[in-house]
């Protein structure tokens, strides 16, 4: 578990994994068929709140669907006031027009944690199994009385419509009375105060049938839902509602942040975290707010992103990335500082597409303008992107030099960091043990050497022969040598050699990739 991680946070991890009473949601497959779109689609919680961010169209209410279709209930159990049953099915979420396929075929996964399970699966009834739902062709979805008892509540967009836009609660506004006062008003008074900021001096909620309407007190002013913000009054209800409802209950939010100002939804996260850790609530929203993103923990941030007929499942992104993502824009997270474009162009061709969009190569110059460029993120931190290093590998003999250069540069000691350890921490080698470009030329796997050759219009033995030439040139002439012997641009060259490497060393290449990925976990920390 990580270190740095909030006390609230730390604990919430720790009771989600390990509490088998609370029959929590751990994860959902979609195994076979297609849901709206959704194909092939896997997903695990790690935490009791988790926001899936994703544009328009990327699938993230379908999931919430589906989260709120993985369990069943008991006829006594908790439900809204507006609904009939104390469960939900798939025919409260997806319903088609005769101009519309059905579902069928489809067959989901549902990975739980709980003690509710028959003993000849599970020797106690105890542990981590899953449930398996499934829609025949022209068919019914399978048993639904089987499924783990759970109360479950879905919030939907709804929730925010005002009451003096409701044809019904304007119908009905004479007729609401007070209804009883519950011990723990007083909390819901405060959480909502703490949220919005206001000084609340009192709080009920009037009923008339199956409808509410909160009424609240500030100072000699009382008024109603009927005057409140749609996000004021949406919040009275749910957090009315966590303290209503059993321990464990699971609850569906669609977009979380609705009618809330981003300070609000700061602050709405951070009681969330302490709900669910007092009541243990599980939480599983969308959202297109990075301010609700940024207050989570990593594990408890899903991005989906759409590419072509796929829909991708990005878990652990960062708040900045995903607000890049929903913006249309990819903005870097981190930015990796080497010593020139033979390094740029190798860290660049070892990374995937996702990776490639998450960081900023950088070609500072010499090892010493590396060090000192990441000593000014030192002294910039907060200001700007933190920053990781790759330095040339025959540097490597060099690392006491080149950390000294840095921590000379950092001109100020921070309360509490090791500066040598935070330039360690962030301080990397290019694969092999010779300057880049000479790496390069004698990495040759025989089938991509092939490959390498007809690009460039030579034969295999043309091409080995060419680049042993070359390699024997200084070091920065290597590239030049072998253009002049193959007649093409330098440029073209030295874009095709480095493909040549990359494919040939896949091992050293994940290594590199695999240090990038634990700086970006680090940063969405």
């Known amino acids: 578990m990580a270190k740095n991680l909030a006390k609230v946070d730390r604990h919430n991890i720790e009771w989600f994994g390990t509490r088998d009473d609370c029959a929590s949601l751990m994860s959902i497959q979609l195994t076979t068929g297609t849901v709206r779109g959704l194909r092939a689609l896997y997903i695990e919680f790690g935490y009791p709140i988790t926001a899936i961010a994703g544009r328009n169209g990327s699938?993230?209410?379908?999931?919430?669907?589906l989260a709120a279709c993985a369990f069943h209930n008991t006829p006594?159990?908790?439900?809204?006031?507006t609904r009939k049953t104390t469960y939900y099915t798939f025919g409260d979420f997806f319903v088609q027009s005769h101009d519309e396929p059905t579902l069928d075929g489809v067959e989901i996964e549902y990975g739980i944690l709980c003690n509710q399970w028959k003993i000849d699966a599970f020797p106690d009834g105890k542990g981590f199994g899953i449930q398996t739902r499934k829609k025949k062709p022209f068919g019914r979805w399978n048993d639904y009385d089987l499924r783990v008892n759970r109360n479950v509540v879905f919030f939907g967009l709804g929730r925010v419509v005002p009451h003096?836009?409701?044809?019904?609660?304007?119908?009905?506004?004479?007729?609401?009375?007070?209804?009883?006062?519950?011990?723990?008003?007083?909390?819901?008074?405060?959480?909502?105060?703490?949220?919005?900021?206001?000084?609340?001096?009192?709080?009920?909620?009037?009923?008339?049938?199956?409808?509410?309407?909160?009424?609240?007190?500030?100072?000699?002013?009382?008024?109603?839902?009927?005057?409140?913000?749609?996000?004021?009054?949406?919040?009275f209800e749910l957090i009315y509602t966590l303290h209503d409802c059993p321990r464990a209950t699971l609850f569906i939010i669609d977009e979380i942040e609705l009618g809330l100002h981003e300070d609000a939804q700061a602050r709405l996260i951070q009681e969330l975290k302490k709900i669910c850790l007092d009541r243990h609530i599980q939480v599983i929203c969308t959202t297109h707010s990075g301010r609700i993103l940024e207050e989570l923990p990593p594990i408890a941030r899903i991005y989906l992103q759409r590419s072509g007929k796929k829909i991708d499942v990005i878990p652990e992104i960062s708040a900045a990335f995903a607000t890049g993502k929903l913006s249309g824009k990819d903005i870097a997270e981190i930015d990796i500082l080497v010593?020139?474009?033979?390094?740029?162009?190798?860290?660049?061709?070892?990374m995937p597409?996702?990776?490639?969009?998450?960081?900023?190569?950088?070609?500072?110059?010499?090892a010493a303008a590396v060090m000192r460029s990441l000593a000014a993120r030192y002294i910039e931190s907060g200001k700007s992107r933190d920053a990781t290093a790759f330095l040339d590998a025959d540097q490597r003999n060099k690392e006491s030099k080149n950390i000294s250069v840095c921590t000379s540069a950092m001109e100020r000691q921070r309360n509490g960091i090791d500066q040598s350890g935070w330039v360690r921490d962030r301080l990397h080698y290019l694969p092999g043990e010779t300057p880049p470009e000479q790496w390069i030329v004698a990495q040759r796997d025989p089938d991509q050497l092939a490959i390498t050759a007809q690009q460039l219009g030579c034969s295999v033995d043309e091409l080995a022969h060419i680049l042993d030439e070359s390699a024997l040139a200084d070091a920065h002439s290597i590239f030049y040598e072998a253009s002049q012997r193959l007649s093409l641009p330098v440029e073209n060259v030295a874009a095709e050699l480095t493909k040549l490497a990359v494919a040939s060393a896949k091992d050293e290449m994940a290594k590199l990739c695999e240090v990038i990925t634990q700086r970006l976990a680090a940063v969405a920390k």
């Open 59 to 65: 699938g993230k209410t379908t999931v919430l669907a």
């Open 76 to 81: 006594d159990g908790y439900h809204l006031p």
């Open 164 to 235: 003096a836009e409701k044809s019904v609660s304007k119908s009905y506004r004479g007729s609401f009375r007070a209804g009883e006062r519950k011990i723990w008003s007083e909390k819901v008074l405060a959480i909502v105060g703490r949220i919005l900021g206001r000084g609340y001096s009192h709080f009920r909620l009037d009923e008339y049938g199956k409808h509410r309407l909160a009424v609240v007190s500030i100072e000699s002013t009382t008024y109603s839902g009927f005057n409140m913000g749609a996000g004021e009054d949406a919040l």
């Open 339 to 350: 010593e020139d474009s033979t390094a740029e162009r190798l860290v660049h061709s070892a």
């Open 353 to 366: 597409l996702d990776m490639r969009r998450r960081v900023n190569i950088i070609a500072i110059g010499s």
